[in-house]
């Protein structure tokens, strides 16, 4: 049996149910037993009893009780396959008493799901110390490379988390993008909802462009940094979070992120470049956890993108002057 665990939902989380949340880290466990575990108020959320439907807040935390080892614990609580707890070290960019940052390589997931084992959030158990393991502060989709923030303690969990939650967290993605956006830079105000769209002679799950009572309000602030020929280097800066927000914004103002098929179609696939999508965490502004100062943190470029940035001699230490907005 493992021992009691303690989990922090992350920002990007808020507004999930619990029992989706469960399903999310601990795939293998049946809805009934959820059930079970909180009917006898063996699952807690915020030290409270819950309902399996319950809307999770970020910064809350979930009471895990212990369970078998073999099938419901966890792959982050599992044994660190050695490869992999080296591989975990190497992507450390920054780190400090209370928090850490990686540079997340594209294709590798943040969290585990039916059928993944290797992730980054197992992976960060080979840096557990002190009975404390680093908890995820955010997420990337699998696909997107670049700067992930982590926190080594629980306080550093929750002014993390709170700093996402008050949007006080300024982050810069660079871009790849089919054509060109005119005018050069602005922002995209468009809201997105999450929908059925038929695709060929089936129906697929889509974030887009939508009206009405569930779209929520998504901004973009977009900046052209180079040309060459077919493409654009775009720096983009989510104002808000939504669900494949930039890949939805980029695709709506008719630039396409290449290599991301679902959104951008054949328009973002581009002959002899890498049809893996080129959307890259490039910076985040936030106050450190400690000492409330604003810090910069930036990832070097990596993966396919170093080398599409190298075929088209785009400038792989380019800097993006944001305007200020109001907080």
């Known amino acids: 049996m493992s021992g009691v665990q303690m989990k922090t939902v992350a920002v990007d ?7 989706r949340w469960f399903r999310t880290h601990f795939p293998s466990i049946r809805h009934g037993e959820l059930e079970k575990l909180l009917r006898k108020g063996q699952v807690r959320v915020d030290g409270g009893r819950a309902r399996s439907s319950r809307r999770l807040d970020a910064g809350e ?9 073999q099938r419901n614990t966890p792959p982050e609580a599992r044994a660190t396959a050695p490869e992999d707890a ?10 400090d008493d209370d928090m850490l940052a990686l540079n997340k390589p594209f294709g590798l997931a943040v969290q585990g799901g039916a059928k993944m084992a290797r992730h980054v959030d197992a992976m960060l158990g080979a840096l557990e110390k002190n009975g404390e393991r680093p908890r995820l502060a955010h997420r990337l989709d699998k696909d997107t490379g670049g700067l992930l923030l982590a926190a080594k303690t629980r306080f550093g969990a929750q002014a993390l988390t709170e700093a996402f939650r008050r949007h006080d967290v300024d982050k810069t993605y660079w871009a790849l993008v089919a054509g060109a956006p005119r005018p050069r830079e602005g922002t995209i105000t468009l809201p997105i909802a999450k929908r059925m ?9 889509r974030m887009v462009p ?4 569930d779209a929520k309000k998504a901004i973009t602030d977009f900046q052209l940094m180079e040309e060459a020929g077919r493409v654009s280097f775009l720096a983009m800066r989510p104002v808000t979070g939504r669900t494949h927000q930039l890949r939805v914004h980029a695709a709506a103002i008719g630039c396409p992120i290449v290599g991301d098929g679902k959104y951008g179609g054949a328009a973002a696939q581009i002959e002899g470049v890498a049809k893996k999508l080129h959307l890259f965490c490039r910076t ?18 990596g993966g396919h993108m170093a080398e599409t ?18 907080r």
Do not use: K, Q, Y
């Open 197 to 205: 769209v038929r695709i060929g002679t089936g129906d697929e799950e």
């Open 86 to 95: 080296a591989a975990i070290r190497r992507l450390i960019i920054h780190e």
């Open 284 to 301: 985040m502004t936030f106050p450190h956890p400690r000492t409330g100062r604003r810090m910069t943190l930036t990832a070097p470029l």
């Open 309 to 326: 940035w190298r075929f088209f001699a785009f400038d792989a230490n380019a800097d993006c002057d944001w305007p200020e907005r109001s």
């Open 61 to 69: 935390e979930i009471r895990i009780p212990p369970m078998p080892a």
């Open 210 to 213: 939508a009206e009405g009572e």
């Open 13 to 19: 989380e808020a507004g999930m149910r619990l029992d």
